[in-house]
């Protein structure tokens, strides 16, 4: 990051840091608290990185928005004055309303809105939500309502042509107890329907929890988002840790360094056997799986 950001900032670009953030399914403690994130930022500021603004990002929909608050509170008393702080989130799990409030309230300068019939669902609250949201605050989109408005008629006649599928639509409240992104959601359904097996999204979500918990708490975000999804359905089409995904093997073993948490659910056994998979998965013959 230290370089990457460098030589965006000679290029003349604005370099906007990324923290990612998400809710763990409940039972599980640990990382993901304001605290946690807090810790990732002077880090980073710590670090010298050269930067523009920072986001705090929300790809699955799940902070819960006290912590959202307090993160954005304390991070505004760490950075300079003056750094923008931005706020990213999805509906997908039905908070984005409440948690974009609560990062204003905690001192936010941005968050991402969307346009009707692209709004809601996997994608970011609808703008005309979020404004009635704001009525009788201290707070004030700048916009022309009902501008706004008549744009969504248009935009609204313009998507007719295109399909939408319904999951991507919807607020999923499983999401809540297995994060997965809003972009990674509808890419992994439409890949379920195109290979007739929609019929077990339902039960991958549901095992996704156990992934999630088992693989260190990686913020659900691409790649670890797929990582955990592919883990997933492995578990729901072969059974349960019969076939390790190579993705998700790897971060669990390191290989994409540290995760929040380390190995603490795994023996050395199962630590062994993991590693001997994805040894014979970089094999161009097929070998024998090993048990798990």
């Known amino acids: 990051m230290i370089y990457s950001g460098q030589c965006i900032v000679d290029a003349g670009c ?119 949201a704001l009525r009788g605050t201290e707070f004030d989109l700048g916009i022309d309502i009902y501008k706004v408005m008549e744009a969504e008629k248009i935009f609204k006649e313009c998507m007719q042509d295109y399909f939408l599928p319904p999951e991507a639509a919807r607020v999923e409240p499983l999401i809540l107890f297995s994060p997965m992104p809003g972009g990674a959601l509808t890419a992994n359904t439409q890949m379920m329907r195109d290979n007739g097996m929609l019929d077990k999204y339902s039960q991958v979500i549901d095992a996704m929890s156990e992934v999630v918990k088992r693989g260190g708490f990686s913020t659900s975000v691409p790649p670890v988002s797929q990582f955990y999804f592919q883990q997933a359905l492995n578990n729901v089409v072969f059974g349960p840790w019969k076939r390790i995904a190579k993705g998700y093997g790897k971060m669990v073993l390191g290989y994409f360094g540290r995760t929040p948490e380390q190995l603490r659910n795994y023996s050395l056994r199962q630590i062994f056997n993991l590693r001997m998979r994805i040894f014979l998965l970089q094999l161009p013959v097929r070998k024998r799986e090993l048990s798990f």
């Open 14 to 132: 604005k370099h906007e840091i990324c923290v990612t953030m998400m809710a763990l399914p409940p039972g599980c403690t640990g990382s993901h608290t304001s605290e946690f994130y807090i810790e990732v930022l002077r880090k980073i500021l710590d670090s010298g990185i050269s930067f523009n603004s920072i986001c705090f990002k929300d790809a699955s929909g799940t902070s819960i928005p006290k912590t959202v608050y307090e993160t954005i509170r304390q991070a505004r008393l760490l950075v300079p004055e003056g750094t923008h702080i931005h706020f990213h989130t999805h509906e997908t799990a039905g908070m984005s309303i409440s948690a974009y409030s609560a990062a204003l309230e905690a001192g936010a300068d941005g968050i991402d809105l969307s346009l009707y019939p692209a709004s809601g669902g996997i994608c970011q609250p609808d703008l005309v939500a979020m404004w009635h």
